[in-house]
């Protein structure tokens, strides 16, 4: 089966090598260290391992899975291990996702790097994959599954096995017939080539088919003027329809003469279909789209909670590798909780709770590498400062010495501004958001003055009732020493110093929206817990929404949420509140809906808000919406569901998938509806079926396609989803619709009226996030332009 890759993969002394195996220590912990024999599989895509050479083997990870390879020094655990294995031998395979990495340690220095240039270099190939490739690769990885000898070929026993790995349920007489006819050796087994051919005879896709046969002359293929047709009567493309055909053509046709002919094959238009051309997402918005000239309180701004924590808020470990997970995924708002440590370094934990310590010049260093990896717009430093004044003056030197120009510490021309910068003014820039001792007014004109400095902190502290107080807030309380120092020297508890490096982002508790509007500055900013956030949309969203066009909020996640769980950022968002900030660590409905959000726009962590979000005279209550112009009504038809993976929790069992489709936005938007579900079959299940939804603002709606396999005694056990905002759907141009007075009337006229402007591919992902490539589901999406059954 290597020979579906073969003449595609790098091959290099450090391959081979790899291939012949190595025994390195895999570490888990400073006590958990057991020696292990790694190999990289002769495909050159997966590695397994064993207790000793030569010994049972079993996949330990394919390199699909892998973001990157760190070196030993850039791993906390070997860190701490360093007297006793140096940091040279060791290494860590960073996977995507939240699963956990892998720590291993080589026998010398040469053997580690072996393995860190070589597994580097596969991952780059992988990156590097066009969509054959990838099935390629996804077709190898089955077959070294289904081998269960590894002898490099597959016998029909072998296949029957492989069939129920991949949530296929087919009858015996017929998956002979399959195998005989791939079977072109006539050798009783299938090999390479032939084992392709098994599978794509096992995927034909009839629904495409008859599809593609209802604009093909002679079912062959299609012309360049059938093909326009489609992509106008169909897709809904309008006058470009002609030239992105000749471009569709020229990249999804596998065959160069078909590209001369300017002709689409069956293959090519199945290619086209599956492809990023022809997903759900619409491409345009993948990139930066989005005006980044605003200012700050004009976006949703991606913000993790508490992002030193991996696991719970008890007892959960702090570790740096939540700030790069965080900062990797695009989050752009990181809460960094400082304590005084030991030896005069500050620390970072949760405190007065059992989480493990980390040093705070280590979350800056975390922070300086990798804040901009992912976007070059602007990172915000949330501080919640516990520290003494002593420790407080290492913070500052922290943060100016390892940040340097990066950290953002007076206004960007020096001068008053009127607003928020915008993201772009703030590119590549890291701002601190904390308490401040004085106005910017009074920064900027009067430098050198400290007189009276604390009177400003009397009464700013915030009390909340829940457990995330101490988090949340600046300390009340100082420590014996710390209070002593107060009372011998009379020092403010915040250190000036400190003060000063806040400029846009000067944290203050919130009274009222009137207080706000009277006493405070535009760069000033209050934070909420969730619970206070809901309360005051239920009681006042309109002025919730005018608070957030001038002014930016940040809400976090409810104290009693110690198991990390997480709350639905939407109802926050319709308010306009721009850091929501999430327990990023955990997976789960919540943070599909954020990262859904943020999958637009280049993933660059800011996304701006509709119009009537970023007016400061707006009447919209996300409570109350008055009847907007801008409703539609969709049609999904589910259509088909391709190689579905397993339920982990039943390996044992074929999948019996339904499809539910979810609405998130305003109350009244809020849906969902789901298919009847297919019995045994996650390989190739068949819905059909039609779902309706009306939208009043679908500037503020997301969708979530959620794949779930049927069980009559509990919850549905996940599958897979994908969730996208509404303005990101790909879908043509909208159409007018008919009148009706019930959404099944109103689903048969536009049935019946016009074919679905839009057969879309969503690519299902993971609950981790990560994808479940090949896996998806095939769609029609029909939009309506305003209500079905609404003749006003």
């Keep these: 089966m290597a020979s579906l890759l073969q003449g595609r993969l790098p091959i290099n002394q450090d391959l081979l090598l790899m291939q012949k195996g190595t025994p390195m220590r895999k570490v888990r912990s400073k006590s958990w260290k057991k020696l292990r024999y790694f190999r990289l599989q002769d495909d050159g895509m997966t590695v397994w391992h064993s207790r000793q050479a030569g010994g049972s083997a079993k996949p330990s990870f394919s390199i699909s899975d892998v973001e990157t390879v760190r070196e030993g020094r850039e791993s906390e655990l070997l860190r701490s291990l360093a007297e006793e294995f140096p940091l040279e031998q060791g290494f860590t395979v960073i996977f995507h996702g939240r699963r956990s990495n892998l720590d291993l340690v080589a026998n010398s220095v040469e053997e580690a790097q072996i393995w860190m240039q070589g597994l580097q270099l596969l991952v780059d190939f992988v990156t590097s994959m066009d969509q054959q490739e990838r099935l390629d690769q996804w077709l190898s990885d089955w077959f070294q599954r289904g081998d269960k000898n590894q002898d490099g070929r597959m016998s029909f026993r072998e296949v029957q096995r492989l069939l129920h790995l991949m949530n296929v349920e087919m009858d015996q007489e017929y998956a002979l017939q399959l195998f005989q006819a791939a079977d072109t050796s006539q050798s009783g087994t299938l090999e390479g080539e032939e084992f392709v051919e098994f599978y794509k005879a096992l995927t034909k896709r009839t629904e495409v088919q008859e599809l593609f046969e209802n604009f093909s002359a002679d079912g062959q293929k299609l012309t360049l003027l059938e093909f326009v047709d489609f992509l106008r009567e169909e897709q809904k493309e309008g006058d470009r329809a002609s030239d992105l055909a000749l471009e569709l053509i020229d990249r999804y046709e596998p065959s160069e003469s078909g590209k001369l002919r300017h002709v689409l094959s069956m293959d090519g238009f199945l290619s086209y279909l599956c492809s990023k051309d022809g997903d759900i997402f619409n491409p345009t918005c993948l990139p930066i789209y989005q005006d980044m000239t605003q200012p700050l309180s004009h976006y949703y701004i991606n913000s993790s909670h508490n992002t030193y924590l991996v696991g719970d808020q008890l007892c959960g470990q702090s570790s740096v590798e939540g700030y790069i997970r965080a900062l990797k995924r695009g989050c752009r708002c990181v809460e960094v909780d400082i304590w005084d440590g030991p030896s005069g370094e500050p620390i970072v934990y949760h405190g007065h709770t059992l989480t493990s310590r980390i040093l705070f010049k280590d979350v800056v260093g975390t922070v300086a590498q990798y804040a901009f990896q992912t976007s070059d717009y602007p990172v915000i430093l949330s501080l919640e400062n516990h520290c003494s004044w002593e420790q407080q003056q290492v913070v500052v030197h922290h943060l100016t010495e390892i940040l340097g120009e990066l950290l953002l510490s007076t206004t960007l021309d020096g001068l008053l501004p009127t607003q928020l910068p915008s993201p772009e003014e703030l590119r590549r820039k890291i701002l601190v958001k904390g308490k401040k001792l004085r106005t910017l ?190 409703a539609q009504t969709l049609l999904i038809q589910v259509i088909s569901g391709q190689q579905l993976p397993k339920v ?133 999406i029909c939009i309506r332009e305003g209500l079905e059954g609404d003749e006003s």
């Design 648 to 780: 982990k929790t039943k390996e044992g069992s074929i999948v019996d998938p339904l499809v539910r489709v979810e609405i998130f936005g305003i109350r009244p938007d809020t849906a969902r509806q789901e298919t009847s579900y297919v019995e045994n079959n996650g390989f190739n299940p068949y819905w059909g079926q039609t779902l309706c939804f009306r939208v009043l603002v679908p500037e503020l709606a997301l969708l979530r396609f959620v794949v779930r396999d049927y069980d009559w005694k509990s919850r549905h056990d996940f599958i897979g989803q994908y969730t996208l905002p509404w303005t990101c759907m790909q879908q043509g141009e909208p159409v007018p619709g008919p009148l009706a007075k019930t959404p099944a009337l109103a689903a048969f006229l536009m049935l019946s009226s016009c074919p679905f402007p839009g057969y879309r591919h969503i690519h299902l992902l993971s609950k981790d996030g990560t994808s479940l490539q090949p896996a998806s589901i095939f769609v029609h």
């Design 441 to 630: 007014e009074e920064d900027l004109e009067e430098e050198d003055e400290e007189e009276e400095l604390e009177s400003e902190l009397e009464g700013e502290q915030e009390a909340e009732p829940e457990l995330q107080a101490q988090s949340e807030s600046e300390p009340q309380e100082l420590s014996p020493r710390s209070k002593d120092k107060k009372e011998k020297k009379s020092k403010p508890i915040l250190c000036p110093s400190l003060s000063a490096l806040v400029v846009y982002l000067k944290s203050v508790s919130f009274h009222s929206f009137a207080h706000s509007r009277d006493n405070y500055h535009f760069y000033e900013i209050s934070s909420f817990s969730e619970t206070k956030a809901k309360s005051l949309i239920r009681e006042a969203g309109n002025e919730f929404v005018q608070h957030n066009t001038w002014q930016l909020s940040r809400v976090y996640p409810s104290g009693l949420r110690t198991d990390s769980s997480n709350y639905n950022p939407q109802e926050l968002w319709n308010a306009g509140c721009q850091m929501v900030a999430m327990n990023v660590q955990t997976a789960g409905l919540e943070m599909d809906i954020c990262d859904g959000l943020f999958r637009q726009n280049g993933g660059c962590g800011y996304v701006l808000k509709p119009d009537f979000l970023r007016d400061a005279q707006s009447s919209f209550d996300p409570e109350r919406p008055v009847s907007p112009v801008t």
